[in-house]
């Protein structure tokens, strides 16, 4: 792998509510090579819509980063003050939302919220600057740009919103995008057209992006690698081919096999029987076992570390061995 | 636009009319105003000559129908007191009356945004439970209280402002308003301050709620990803937000600032339209009475249309024709 443009290790960010500390991020690491997709894939609260924050530095009181570092391109992010990364916010790195009908301003015009994007970072006229949004629009498909930038949100498409909100992510043609579920909330086709416009626009800029899903079906359709997150770890990663077909933990196992197109029609579908654990009392051990069908003795004492395993790398006692000492 | 605006006037008309019926009759049942304006030495036959004179010797009815014919000629009846019409002198105190209301209506933007943004971007820190503090007391305290406590602290102890009156008359854009001279402004302090607190309290908590609200929404941390500053976010983002509620709300409040100044004006003797009122009811001078309630209700029905359509331009969601069902 090239030297990764984005660098995340052994990142905690604990959010320090009433109830108590409920650690949504709990040792994450993860590396992204320049130009690479990769699909972060996982229940809802397992964290990772949190990761992406966290990757922003967008999260709130009472949450916080406790541990880790952010690298991009060999910078720490965590250590840089709000100023100094908002500086680095939407120009090294973007982000876009899951709900495209709530991420862009109801009262602004989409020229003035493309364009306040371009000046924040870059010095030019204002006449340049909406050259430039106009630029975006285009690339990202929207037809008509000149006349439609001037149009509101709510005169477009959820959609179209969505192309609205890739358009600003893209302006400044970042190293690193984190897509937060940006497909989610739309139809299956506009889902398609958004799926492919941001890949290829990936591949044409060369920015890497982080794919927050919980759609199996869009990873492997999409991601170069994969990483399977579970209470605030990641207990899977590898390439997506390796990963989705021979999945080592048995919580991918579990994901793969609960989507409905490998079920027999009429048979009982298959589920992961449980929910995910409160992140603010994680049982001592591998936070999946209480779930497991394989789980052993260990897994209920010992929390798995990540190790390589084949072409992919797995937190599970089971799948490395280790259970068979006992 | 047009048949919106068209429609809006309609609507006003007819609470103009109900209105007119109501408090026409309604004044009359509380007393004869005959009774007010003899004095007592006169002999019976002056005082139903004074009832003749003012038309009041006929019946009600009659008399209503009278009033109308002369409200559709653009006639308000004479003031029984004055013996002026009575919307001259309404129009003439007007002037006081909306100079007071809009330097009001100043302050609690003015105060009322800042403090309540504030309030709502850091609502645990001391000073914004300070804000709040302050808040409820403008909220609950009465009205006449505070203007005598201001006029016994600022006046009276510590002699910076005067406690009653009206600064001299000058002349802005062919409009006497005494905002004009420095004197003016001295004297208009106290009792705006004292009509704009709880207008001030009003504020600060549609502008704490509407940040509160908006900082968790999604455009907002969409801001913050694009590296947007935090002037720009909160200045242009939140606060354009915000601004609809309070502006709806402080367009309504404008008419009530106008209708009841009263009891400020009464402390601080403010030659208004507010004082007006008062001694119009105290003496039953129906004309003065009806003519002011017709003035009021045109004004709110004006100030409402403005509001629709400041709230137009600020939420672009809002068609015009769609606020009017």
New interface residues.
Partial sequence: MDAPVLNVEGLKTHFFTRAGVVKSVDGVSLQLAPGEILGLVGESGSGKSVTGFSI?G?IDPPGRIVEGTVRLEGRDLTTLD?KAM??????DL??I?Q?PM????????ISTQLI??VL??APVSKAEARQRAIAALAMVGIPSPEERIDA?P?QFSGGMRQRV?IA?ALLHRPKVIIADEPTTALDVTIQSQILAKMQELCREIGTAMIWITHDLSVVAGLADRVAVMYAGRIVETGPVGAVLDFPHHPYTQGLIGSVPSHAEPGARLAQIPGATPSLSALPDGCAFAPRCAKAIGLCRREAPQIEPLGMASVACHVAQGTGGLE | MFAFILRRAGQGLLVIAVMVVLVFFGVNVVGDPVWILVSPDMTQDQIAEVARSLGLDRPIQEQFFLFVGGILQGELGRSFVHGTPAIGLILERMPATLELALVALMLAIVVGIPLGLYAGLYPDSAPARGIMAVSILGFSLPTFWVGLMLIMVFSVMLGWLPATGRGPVGHFLGIPTSLVSWQGWVHILLPAINLALLKISLVIRLARAGAREAVL???V??????????G?IVG??IL??IM?PIVTILGLEFGSLVAFSVVTETIFSWPGMGRLLLEAIQRLDRPVIVAYVIVVVCLFVVINLMVDIIYSL????VRLSEAAT
């Fill in positions: 922003l967008l709000d908002s500086r680095v916010r939407g120009k973007a982000m939302f709900d709530m991420t862009l301003n109801p009262v602004l015009k306040e994007t924040a970072h509101y709510h909100a600003t | 929404q999604d455009y941390k969409f801001a913050r990803a694009k590296g947007l500053g935090r720009r242009v983002h354009k937000n609809i600020l939420d672009p969601r």
